[in-house]
């Protein structure tokens, strides 16, 4: 006899009583290997839609700092800038409602500094399955007033 089949006969006994094991252990790691890929699914579903929703609040706070009065920046011929809180409010709060009905927003403004903070809900896929439906997250972006050229001091 061969060495090579020795060595095949000398194992067979071994495999055939091991090979029930194999059934055991995908059993038990099925459900684990499931629910990883489960929450890496709903993870990602949620960070996709954190990072809209900065995008939405950047946009909004954006939009209202460009409202500034213009009252006072023709009396000032030029050299203050103040914004319009009301105008600045306004137009962020229609920029929410424009991006979808399920935002809500809360929107703070100042003579010279705009903030927004929006929230949603988020669906679940797979974490329904443990009882949470919905994710809430939120986004704040700040914009302050800017006017003009800036140049960078070199």
Known sequence: MRRSQRTWHARWPVARAESGQVMVWAAVMLPLFLSVVGLAIDGGVVFSARRELQSVADASARAGAMQID?????????????????????????????????????????????VVQVSRDVPTSFLRLVGIETVRIRATAPADVRYGIERANR
């Open 70 to 114: 213009e009252g006072v920046y023709r009396g000032s011929a030029g050299a203050t800038v103040v914004l319009d809180t009301d105008a600045a409010r306004q137009v962020a709060a229609e920029f929410i409602v424009s991006q979808g009905p399920s935002l809500a927003g809360n929107i703070s403004a100042a003579s010279d500094r705009v």
